[in-house]
T-cell receptor, first 114, second 115 residues
Framework: DQQVKQNSPSLSVQEGRISILNCDYTNSMFDYFLWYKKYPAEGPTFLISISSIKDKNEDGRFTVFLNKSAKHLSLHIVPSQPGDSAVYFC?????????????FGTGTQLKVEL | GAVVSQHPSRVICKSGTSVKIECRSLDFQATTMFWYRQFPKQSLMLMATSNEGSKATYEQGVEKDKFLINHASLTLSTLTVTSAHPEDSSFYICSGGGTANYGYTFGSGTRLTVV
């Protein structure tokens, strides 16, 4: 049962344009959502998060939007840069058992082209 | 911020042997650490939660006797893959420290290859 889903396995965007990465979830008990960037053979790097009681959080080039009624969130990166090319994971905190354990989505490979 | 150091970064072992992976919290005391596993091109899956001074909590489907977790101090959690088989080959990552607002910290991961 995949509680967090990223339906786009890959995304290609031109440098300077906006990248939009999407994530859907099924468990209404999740209380925080986090986005991580990951390179092969490395641990994930935190980008931005949002509480389930908010609908938007912004940090520099990164903005996360949460639509709780639709159980959907998205990460916007603008402007996109070649260095943003990586796999992006959406993660949700909470659910069964609670605590700080995270449930990860399947990831989206972002490629920012020159 | 919280820093997590994970070693080794990669290890190759023979079938039937055991491998220990260490995860250290460098600048904070970790009462809880999380161990994840990632297969190629797949998601990170939580395997278990290690608790300092007590037994680890395993996720459904994870074999406790195969993946031994020890969290004997506030700065060290270890994962031992016992009697390793080729299907145990994977990328193992630990996590500890941090917050939801500023992000939970992950180690750099361990690439395990069982031959």
């Amino acid at each position: 049962d995949q509680q967090v889903k990223q339906n786009s396995p890959s995304l290609s965007v031109q440098e300077g344009r906006i990248s939009i990465l999407n994530c859907d979830y099924t468990n209404s008990m999740f209380d925080y959502f986090l986005w991580y960037k990951k390179y092969p053979a490395e641990g994930p790097t935190f980008l931005i998060s949002i509480s389930s009681i908010k609908d938007k959080n912004e940090d520099g080039r990164f903005t996360v939007f949460l639509n709780k009624s639709a159980k959907h969130l998205s990460l916007h990166i603008v402007p996109s840069q070649p260095g943003d090319s990586a796999v992006y994971f959406c993660a949700a905190r909470g659910g069964a058992g609670g605590g700080n354990k995270l449930t990860f989505g399947t990831g989206t490979q972002l490629k920012v082209e020159l | 911020g919280a820093v997590v150091s994970q070693h080794p970064s990669r290890v190759i072992c023979k079938s039937g042997t055991s491998v220990k992976i260490e995860c250290r919290s460098l600048d904070f005391q970790a009462t809880t650490m999380f161990w994840y596993r990632q297969f190629p091109k797949q998601s990170l899956m939580l395997m278990a939660t290690s608790n300092e001074g007590s037994k680890a909590t395993y996720e459904q489907g994870v074999e406790k006797d195969k993946f031994l977790i020890n969290h004997a101090s506030l700065t060290l959690s270890t994962l031992t893959v016992t009697s390793a088989h080729p299907e145990d080959s994977s990328f193992y990552i630990c996590s500890g420290g941090g917050t939801a607002n500023y992000g939970y910290t992950f180690g750099s991961g361990t690439r395990l290859t069982v031959v």
